[in-house]
């Protein structure tokens, strides 16, 4: 049977808002037809204009918010709303863990169907200008001016955005410096459409423990004119800047960074230190952006691996070896496998940075290397799980269920296939969650969240 929506485009209706997505939409239901309304909190009545209606979802604007819920802030940010970065300024903060929260437990009894015991979010003291890392497109406005910003909500077009409330202030100080450079130097940024001009991105990365900055110029091309005043500019402007890099990305995909990179100045990577450890970092590593709260997120990670300065650990997504060493402090022996060649020269390097000789590393995939190793007999006490969003590949499930390790810590920036790997791992009953799951938040002001995970074996 076919049945229309209830309302109608350019219909005017008061609406009761019942929850909020991801994307800080609030949404409110009209008959059970779910419509999506902007800047709208759960608890509220708008009066909102049907905008768009979709078979079973709708779009509408707020006309009117006619009651205020009590958990409604002020955006703190400048850029707040024409920017597409931080979807929940306008939630308090409290309220903003509250429902961070609340999705790691609905994504725990939805997707696992598991009813398992979610700590409160760890949240920031200070939940601002916490990114370590910052990445602006750079392209033509349409008078002609050089926009290095932010794209706009829901689109290709950038934004000059001049503060970031979320991001370190020196990476503003960059743009200033790239921005003058080009403008003097008469240095065109990229153009999708056309495949033509010349910088496509520029990175900011910033060791909050070190003030060690680094600057990388993504590029369309391998030539770069007038490197020299670039580096002049940014040496003028940017305390702490020990690196600047060119990366050439020729490809005319989403994809920022390209496999190229060039020094121009200084030394190809900044050092960091994280609880008294020190990482290197090059351009084309993975590093979290939230120093702050990576270390609580460490620390939770290592409180559930339960390390006593005897055990084997596989870190099966290492990057450039941040947990493993922080495993290392309280092991006999750490494996770190890593995907990039680059994040793994980094691992090794910082583990010898840091006089760690017990900590080894390997450039492969996890899903291809634990089942081989497990194979000619790796029995690894405990292993470390911290994959990208998409989770972790059902052969390196397996490879741990065949591995029987006595305890795998899970570390996720994604509730959903975190509920559903945990989810895989205990179902033949071999090992449970142990403890709560306890959200970190890693990005305040946006709708994500990290969880770490303890599982212990049973049998
Ligand atoms: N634990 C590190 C890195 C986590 S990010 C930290 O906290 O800094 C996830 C890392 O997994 C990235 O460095 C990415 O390059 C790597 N990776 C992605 N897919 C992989 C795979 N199939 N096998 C091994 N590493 C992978």
New binding site residues.
């Given amino acids: 049977m076919k049945t229309n929506p209830p309302v109608q485009k350019n219909q005017e209706i008061d609406l009761g808002i019942d929850s909020l997505t991801r994307e800080g939409m609030g949404v409110g239901r009209v008959e059970g037809y779910a419509l999506f309304v902007h800047g709208a909190l759960p608890g509220e009545t708008v009066r909102v204009r049907v905008e768009r209606v979709e078979k079973r979802y709708g779009y509408a604007r707020t006309l009117d918010v006619t009651k205020t819920g009590s958990e409604r802030a002020d955006p703190a940010c400048g850029a707040y709303g024409r920017c597409g970065g931080c979807s929940l300024q306008h939630l308090s903060y409290p309220a903003q863990l509250a429902w961070k929260r609340q999705w790691v437990e609905d994504a725990f009894s939805r997707i696992g169907g598991m009813d398992v015991d979610v700590a409160p979010v760890l949240g920031m003291e200070r939940p601002w200008a916490y990114r370590n890392k910052a990445v602006y497109p750079v392209r033509r406005g349409p008078d002609g001016q050089i926009l290095i910003g932010f794209f706009t909500p829901r689109s290709h077009r950038v934004a000059d955005i001049d503060i970031c409330g979320i991001q370190h202030p020196i990476a503003e100080q960059a743009v200033a410096a790239v921005r003058r450079w080009m403008t003097e130097a008469g240095i065109a940024p990229y153009d999708e459409k056309s495949g033509t001009g010349t910088v496509r991105h520029l990175m900011v990365r910033i060791g909050f423990g070190t003030g060690e900055v680094q600057a990388v110029l993504v590029t369309s091309g391998d030539g770069l004119p007038a490197s020299d005043a670039l580096t002049h500019s940014l040496r003028e402007a940017v305390p702490g800047l020990v690196s600047v890099v060119q990366n050439v990305n020729t490809r005319r995909d989403n994809v920022i960074m390209g496999d190229i990179t060039k020094i121009l100045w200084g030394r190809e990577w900044i050092e960091d230190v994280l609880d008294g450890l020190t990482f290197r970092v090059g351009p084309l590593s ?3 952006v939230n120093p702050v709260q990576t270390v609580a997120l460490y620390r939770e990670a290592m409180k559930r691996a339960g390390l006593t300065g005897t055990e084997t650990v596989v ?6 070896g ?2 493993s060493l922080f495993a290392a402090r309280n092991a006999g022996r750490v494996i770190g ?4 060649g680059e ?1 793994v020269a980094d691992a090794r390097e910082n583990a010898r940075l840091n006089g760690i000789d017990h900590a080894e590393f390997l450039c ?4 291809e290397w634990l089942p081989r190793a497990v194979a000619e007999g790796l029995r690894p006490d405990v292993i470390l799980l ?3 969003r998409k989770g972790c ?1 059902p052969k390196l499930l397996e490879a741990i269920l065949a591995a029987r390790p006595e305890r795998v810590v899970y ?1 996720s920036c994604d509730p959903a296939t975190l509920a559903r790997d945990v989810k895989r791992l205990t179902e033949g009953g071999m090992y449970r969650v142990e403890g709560a799951v306890q959200p970190v938040d890693m990005f305040p002001q946006t709708g994500h969240v990290e969880c770490v995970v303890g599982m212990g074996r049973v049998r």
């Fill in positions: 993975f590093y979290q870190d099966a997504y290492c990057g450039i941040t947990i496998v890593e995907s990039v994040a492969a995939r996890a899903e911290d994959p990208p590949d570390v």
